[in-house]
């Protein structure tokens, strides 16, 4: 339904068959007229109908960003110890996939996850970091030499060693 000016103010739902004011349809920018076809209320209801069929909603974005049961990935962190697939410390709630292929690669704690999202999964950069991270540090290492130490867990006692840069 159109006023005057030609705008549209009404719209009948697709699922209840009810005319609503425009602004009961959620935004849609590749609909034509720039509406959901559902109003609020359906297209709600239809989601999480959607969303119990399928397990939960975390079952339900696992399959339809991985192709994953939520029970697979269990298995994963399962398999990896319990632990972060990369710092092998903290506890795992993302899954990692190479963003070319698609593959997942394993569960990874926040923040090794977004360490390889911030440098594009490039190798390359990785590597750099670790040399830059090896040269301001404790001297020049090769990087295949170098066995990464972990972190000391929150609250130790570790001492902290004097850590002045190598270009001081």
Not at 25 to 36: P, S
Not at 76 to 100: F, I, N, S
């Amino acid at each position: 339904m159109f006023d005057e000016s030609g705008a549209l103010v009404a719209k009948a739902c697709m699922d209840c068959a009810q005319v609503k004011p425009i602004d009961q349809f959620a935004r849609n920018k590749r609909a034509k007229d720039g509406r959901t076809s559902y109003c609020k209320p359906c297209h709600n209801r239809r989601g999480k109908a959607s969303v119990k069929a399928n397990g939960g909603a975390r079952n339900y974005h696992l399959r339809r960003r991985y192709g994953l049961e939520a029970g697979e990935v269990d298995a994963m962190v399962e398999a990896q110890g319990g632990k972060c697939a990369a710092c092998k410390v903290k506890e795992p709630k993302h899954v990692d996939h190479d963003h070319e292929t698609g593959e997942v690669r394993g569960v990874l704690c926040f923040t090794c996850n977004v360490a390889l999202g911030n440098v594009g999964d490039d190798l390359a950069t990785l590597q750099s970091l670790a040399a830059y991270l090896i040269r301001a540090g404790d001297g020049i290492v090769s990087v295949l030499q170098l066995e990464c130490p972990r972190p000391e867990p929150k609250g130790s006692r570790a001492v902290l060693r004097d850590r002045t840069p190598a270009w001081s």
